[in-house]
């Protein structure tokens, strides 16, 4: 190349093709900005509807308890308590669409699901030929009084257009995914009913604390070990279980909070953010490594003897729910709530409310039934896979030992709970598979 043709190249076609490139790039970082505005749109659309229709069964659960405390046919009485199971439902699947940072998800869906589960509770009930009482009507009323005051919350926002959708990032996540204190959840009424949400925790006093009460540095020690940071000066909590809360947030948005309890200066519970988004149900070996995981933490955090249950995928985490074992006999009461973050394998969560209330060492009633006699009670129809020695709650102060089945029928999955001391069912449940993991309704 002649020196005059370089110059020319130099001059004129070196700086005609940077032109083109930052033309290119001008073009790509515009779609890129327009995709991420799509998604941003989309998402709060979504998040909108949702809250729309969560309202609408909010209104609807209202108006159906209404009618039970009016009603008098039978008939009419189930029809209605179905409509309240199915419309709890229907709540809990808007719910899902939500982000935790703007409707606390987690004390409403525990409400709405125990409503839903209360109001089926009356009507077996009803089908073994038993009458509303007093106490039911009241417990209806304050249903409904707790719905209405919901409804109202939520209906005023989304008539005032008032639905927040503010800091969605470009993929259409909440980029603060925090959750935020509630109001007023704590009023609603306590449901003690013959159920597999009943609130035993609530109701009895703790039994798995043992050992002096710790001091704040004592515990923050523990809390600063469990969550890997260094925090601050944390604060006093009462309730069943006193507790000292510590929380720390940093400048990137991450943050992290934990609670150890006053006596004993036990993990009570710890949450921290994923770093990752996967979403979709694993494959087998996947769970199963988070399942791992997640036992490994509660070995580490002196939680022994736990087996792992069953889990959801959500948000970018595996939940795993981990129940204790004794004497090869699954402790229900005594469960353990651990996630992982399913891009690192790294445990962010744990919430061991549940195992501190109830967990002690159990008499565990001799066989009257043996288990091929249980097995030989259940439906024709069904097909056992798996079969195991339970314990469950059945009030919110007893318990039952039963041979916990896992069984088919066609395409539809059963988990059935006979008795060992009657041969009598005692529960039975379906298997929801979804992508985000196995529902039991």
Known sequence: MSEKTQNAFQKYIIPAILAVALIGVILWAAQQKALAESYKNLAKESYVRAYGELTDDLYDMESTLSKLTAVNSPAQYVLLLDEVWRLSGSAVSHMSYLPVS???????????????DYAHSLTKKAV??????????????????????LAEEYGDKYARGDVPTEGID????FADNKPQDSEGISEFPTLIYDGPFSESSEKLEPKGLSGGEVTMEQAKTVANIIAGVT?????????????????????????????????????????????????????????????????????????????????????????INCAATQNDVILYNDLIKVWVDRETNEVTGVDARNYLFSHTEREL???????????????????????QL???????????????????????????Y????????????????????????
């Open 102 to 116: 703007h409707v606390d998800t987690a004390e409403l869906n525990q409400f709405v699901v125990r409503l839903g």
């Open 231 to 319: 925090f601050g000066e944390g604060q006093e909590t009462g309730g069943k279980i006193p507790a000292y809360q510590f929380s720390m947030s940093n400048e990137d948005g991450t943050w992290v909070e934990a609670a150890v309890t006053k006596q004993g200066g036990k993990l009570l519970w710890y949450m921290s953010p994923c770093k990752g988004n996967t979403e979709g149900k694993p494959d087998d070996a996947e769970g199963k490594r988070y399942a791992d995981t997640a036992l490994k933490k509660l070995e580490e955090l002196g939680y022994r003897s736990m087996t792992a249950t069953y889990a959801q995928y959500y948000g970018g985490a595996a939940l």
């Open 170 to 173: 470009a993929e259409g996540y």
């Open 365 to 387: 009633p001799e066989a009257s039934v043996t288990m091929a006699e249980a097995e030989g009670y259940l439906a024709p129809s069904l097909k056992v896979m798996e079969r």
């Open 390 to 416: 339970a314990l469950i709650p059945i009030t919110p102060e007893t318990e039952r030992l039963c041979y916990e089945f896992k069984c088919t029928s066609g395409n539809d999955s059963y988990i059935v």
């Open 418 to 441: 006979i008795g060992v001391e009657t041969g009598e069912e005692e529960q039975i449940f379906k298997i929801i598979d979804s992508e985000d993991g196995q529902l039991v309704i």
């Open 128 to 149: 073994r030929g038993g009458v509303m009482t007093e106490e039911d009507t009241n417990t209806i009323l304050q249903l409904r009084d707790s719905c209405a005051k």
